[in-house]
C-alpha cells in the first residue's frame, strides 16, 4: 500500500526566503506526482505534474524535482512572499487515470 | 484551463436528512470523477470512484448504502449523504482529469455541517 508522508507538518518562514517542501513516497512504482496547494475551506490548485520519467518541473518562482528510485520529492519555493501561504500537498498516483493518493500536507505561513 | 465546478460550498443539514453535493466538469467530459473527503488539519481520503454509466467503487470503510453516487453523464457526478449525522460533517470534494491530461482538476469543495 503506498504511503505518502511530508516533512515538515507545518513551517513558519519571513518573506523574501527560499524554502523547501519534502514529500516521501514508499512505492517508487508511480505513474506521476504532483503539487497541490490550498487554501484554507477551498478545493486543490494544480501547482506542478512531473512525469515518472522526468526529474523536475518549473513554474515561476516554484521548482519540482522527483527522485523516483529513492521515492523522494522536493517543492522550492524562491523569494517567498505572505501570499504564498497555504497548505501544499503532494500526491502520486500508480497509473493514467488512477487513484491519487495524498499526503498529509506541509502548512506554511509566509510572515511580512 | 479545465474546470470542475462542484455545488453547494457550503451545507448546514439537520441530522437524519439527505444532502446532494454535484460535481460538474464544464469544458471536458469526465467518463471517471473522484470523491474525497477531508476532515480538519488532515489530508485527502479518497472515498470512492464515479464511473459514468456504470456503478461506483467504493473504498474500504465506506458505506455505499450512506454515501450513494450517481454518475449519469459525462459532464456530472453527484454524491448523496444520506440520513446524515454529525460524524458526517467533513469536507468533500470531488476531482476529475480531462481528457489527454496527464494530472488531474478539483472542484472547490464542499462544507457540510449536520446538526
Known amino acids: 500500500k503506498q504511503e505518502v508522508t511530508q516533512i515538515p507538518a507545518a513551517l513558519s518562514v519571513p518573506e523574501g526566503e527560499n524554502l523547501v517542501l519534502n514529500c516521501s513516497f514508499t512505492d517508487s512504482a508511480i505513474y506521476n506526482l504532483q503539487w497541490f496547494r490550498q487554501d484554507p475551506g477551498k478545493g486543490l490548485t494544480s501547482l506542478l505534474l512531473?512525469?515518472?520519467?522526468?526529474r523536475e518541473q518549473t513554474s515561476g518562482r516554484l521548482n519540482a524535482s522527483l527522485d523516483k528510485s529513492s521515492g523522494r520529492s522536493t517543492l522550492y519555493i524562491a523569494a517567498s512572499q505572505p501570499g504564498d501561504s497555504a497548505t501544499y500537498l503532494c500526491?502520486?498516483?500508480?497509473?493514467?487515470?488512477?487513484?491519487?493518493?495524498f499526503g498529509e500536507g506541509t502548512q506554511l505561513t509566509v510572515n511580512p | 484551463g479545465a474546470v470542475v465546478s462542484q455545488h453547494p460550498s457550503r451545507v448546514i443539514c439537520k441530522s437524519g436528512t439527505s444532502v446532494k453535493i454535484e460535481c460538474r466538469s464544464l469544458d471536458f467530459q469526465a467518463t471517471t470523477m473522484f470523491w474525497y473527503r477531508q476532515f480538519p488539519k488532515q489530508s485527502l481520503m479518497l472515498m470512492a470512484t464515479?464511473?459514468?454509466?456504470?456503478?461506483?467503487?467504493?473504498e474500504q470503510g465506506v458505506e455505499k448504502d450512506k454515501f450513494l453516487i450517481n454518475h449519469a453523464s459525462l459532464t456530472l457526478s453527484t454524491l448523496t449523504v444520506t440520513s446524515a449525522h454529525p460524524e458526517d460533517s467533513s469536507f468533500y470534494i470531488c476531482?476529475?482529469?480531462?481528457?489527454?491530461?496527464?494530472?488531474?482538476?478539483f472542484g472547490s469543495g464542499t462544507r457540510l455541517t449536520v446538526v
Open positions: 500526491a502520486v498516483s500508480p497509473g493514467r487515470g488512477s487513484r491519487l493518493t
Open positions: 512531473i512525469q515518472s520519467s522526468q
Open positions: 464515479s464511473n459514468e454509466g456504470s456503478k461506483a467503487t467504493y
Open positions: 476531482s476529475a482529469r480531462p481528457q489527454g491530461a496527464y494530472g488531474y482538476t
